[in-house]
């Protein structure tokens, strides 16, 4: 007996978007390292879907500069410059100072108790980064920290243009653990941007955002330097970090 559903039917265009934000949300939570090959056929059966929404969601990547289609035609995850990776980080001090400014004034309770969590489970997290795959949770945990104030400033262009952001620099966070990890002067950061969101200061938010970025990464710009001037093999820091492919789509969504 047919009956009236309200489920959308699946057309190739949500296929591809689902890709899309599959191979996306690699990239943002740092499982895709620098340099990385990837090929489509891999990637396709990784996900369980045929190559076409594959190749269609990466050539969107290669546009955005998130993914990197060379001459021969070998589709790698690219590794920013030191001197692009400060650019970038330029840009995302003002862009995330200013969602930050905003999210002040609009977090909830329900926001300020997420990212509480979130923080407990990095701070857990980094405790045993020694395990490689424990590190990559604690890059995951810090992206979901970050993005979950950024959402909360409810400014949907400005959170897209930080994603694009973070897009292009989290691959170079796989170099974090255990080579460079996040240290502070002080305290960590995230608990002065917990703060000022539970007092709805936002600039005490906009200066804790900043000061996250700038101390944070402090040792991975040192890295970076080090590799520049031979100091570090690169070769070698890579090897030690696992490869990581998509994991398979739910079907039911």
């Not at 979901?144 to 691959?171: C, D, K, N, V």
């Amino acid at each position: 007996m047919a009956y009236a559903s309200s489920f959308s039917p699946v057309t190739r265009s949500s296929l591809n978007a689902q890709v899309y934000d599959c191979l996306r949300t690699e990239l943002l939570e740092g499982r895709l390292r620098p340099y990385q090959r990837l090929k489509i056929r891999d990637l396709a059966t990784a996900l369980n879907v045929s190559e076409t929404p594959v190749r269609e969601a990466v050539m969107q990547l290669v546009r955005e500069r998130a993914l990197l289609l060379q001459s021969n035609r070998a589709l790698t995850v690219p590794r920013l410059s030191t001197a692009q990776y400060l650019e970038l980080r330029r840009i995302r001090l003002e862009l995330e100072g200013l969602a930050a400014e905003e999210a002040a004034e609009r977090a909830t309770a329900e926001d300020i108790a997420t990212l509480e969590t979130l923080h407990a489970a990095l701070l857990a997290a980094e405790a045993g980064a020694e395990d490689m795959a424990v590190a990559a949770e604690a890059v995951r945990l810090n992206w979901h920290f970050h993005s979950r104030i950024y959402r909360a400033a409810a400014m949907p262009e400005l959170f897209g243009m930080i994603q694009g952001l973070w897009l292009r620099t989290s691959p170079l966070l796989a170099y974090l653990y255990p080579h460079a990890p996040p240290t502070y002067p002080g305290r960590h950061r995230h608990l002065d941007m917990l703060d000022a969101l539970r007092s709805r200061d936002g600039a005490a938010l906009r200066a804790a955002v900043q000061a996250d970025t700038l101390e944070g990464g402090a040792r991975l710009l040192r890295l970076l330097i080090d590799i520049d001037q031979g100091r570090v093999d690169e070769l070698t820091l890579l090897g030690a970090t696992p490869v990581a492919l998509p994991r398979v789509l739910d079907p039911g969504g």
